[in-house]
């Protein structure tokens, strides 16, 4: 942990992209609150989040969790230097809910409005954890809508992607394939445990975009929908030929194919950019096993690795509050108050 410190902007950040009503609170560097509250329950029976389900569910949620959150942080929202909000990507219905809030609030109050992005907030919010972002920084970022790869120069205004997924983000594979296996939605941090008990060698899965053809046009490019194709064939086989599925050991050999693939095109990248530090971030930067591989491959090429603890990886308000307070910081100018939601806002648009 970095040391607290008193000074910097008192920034409130809403985030509503998907599933989780986050609303944090931050002091420069400082995390002073991080309300989450998550509709993740309502979508499970469906196997996927549900727009119209996590809309309604952030409208509910929305005046609560801010409440919480000034309370947690000890604030009144006047007191407040900024308000942040995430403008997109994400659900369009779901945006809106998090950008009307937060509008209503920089009207309501006088404050300047940071419309950030997601995406970018994701790597923001390791400051609260490790300190100012080292410059440039090179991020892994993997959630359950985006994998991708990003030179970041500067968190506020200039990232650069070098590549993404072609198909399936690395999340909506470790979803898919827990599905297919019987575990419940979201699937990561079930697959995550269950390998634990698994021998990862125990199929070989393919690894996309890795051999020397792919690699000539997609070096920094994912792409995970052949991986989960070839579970469900693995899996399939098994089940005709009436043999039990090893749950554990299936589970743990898909795991490995991710991790693999993230961990050797990010080390990769950093050192074919000359960049000496990674940071992961998103919801599968929660994983275990990517956070232990990241960590032995990459120090093994001199490449430092900055996680984000699990809670910071997931979506949280906090994240926004970061990238809004360095934001103010910087003193970067607020977004207009007809700001829109954005639902496919791109990455290399960090302020809306
Ligand atoms: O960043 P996030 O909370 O939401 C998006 O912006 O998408 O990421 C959610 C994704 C889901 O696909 C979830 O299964 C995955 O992150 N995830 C994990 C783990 N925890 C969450 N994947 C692998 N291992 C985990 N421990
Ligand atoms: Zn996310």
Redesign the pocket.
Known sequence: MSTPRSDGPLVLGIET??D?TGVGVVRGNTLLADAVASSVEEHARFGGVVPEVASRAHLEAMVPTIERACETADVQLHDVDAIAVTSGP?LAGALLVGVAAAKALALGLGKPLYGVN?LAS?VAVDQLEHGPLPEPCLALL?????SSLLRVEDVTGDVDPLGATIDD????A??KV?RLLGLP?????H??RAARDGDSVYVDFPRGLTSRRDLERHRFDFSFSGLKTAVARWVEARERSGEPVPLHDVAASF?EAVCDVLTRKAIDAAASQGIDDLLIG???A???R?RSMAEERATARGIRVRVPR?GL???NGAMVAALGAEMVTRGRAPSALDLPADSSQPVTSVLA
């Not at 993997?142 to 985006?146: F, L, T």
């Not at 983000?169 to 909506?172: D, L, N, S, V």
């Open positions: 992209s998907c989780e994400g997601h994701h993997v959630s359950g809508g985006h983000a690395a999340g909506e470790f979803d827990a939605f979201p699937g990561g941090p697959i995550d795991q998103g919801g599968v929660a994983n275990s990517l699990p990886c997931t979506d």
